[in-house]
């Protein structure tokens, strides 16, 4: 399986950010997959942001609830991250990533996104 981050590299102070995961080599909606974005800023540790599971049931970290959102299209095997009224702090190195109940995990390369003006 092989996933791959797509986006704007630069986004604005209070845009939405938009990110969306293209995978390939397995579909989106085969049982138990969850599909995941993390990211990692800058000198900092991973943070797991929410995941979209294979039922399409949708799962967010607290901290991110109210300005996450996750959805998919499974015509083009595509999942996506939405981040509203972004700052600074939103800073990160972005990645898509596939768990399985068994374990298997699957990441993709990450894509750096920068808020700035």
């Known amino acids: 399986v092989q996933l791959q981050e797509s986006g704007p590299g630069l986004v604005k102070p209070s845009q939405t950010l938009s990110l969306t995961c293209t995978v390939s080599?397995?579909?989106?909606?085969?049982?138990?997959?969850?599909w995941s974005w993390i990211r990692q800023p800058p000198g900092k540790g991973l943070e797991w942001m929410g995941a979209i599971a294979y039922s399409g049931s949708t799962y967010y970290s607290p901290s991110l609830k109210s300005r996450a959102s996750i959805s998919r299209d499974t015509s083009k095997n595509q999942f996506t991250l939405q981040l509203s009224s972004v700052t600074p702090e939103d800073t990160a190195v972005y990645y898509c990533?596939?768990?399985?109940?068994?374990?298997?995990?699957?990441w993709g390369k990450g894509t750096l996104v920068t808020v700035s003006s």
């Open positions: 990533n596939l768990i399985s109940v068994n374990g298997v995990s699957y």
């Open positions: 080599g397995g579909s989106i909606t085969t049982n138990y997959y969850y």
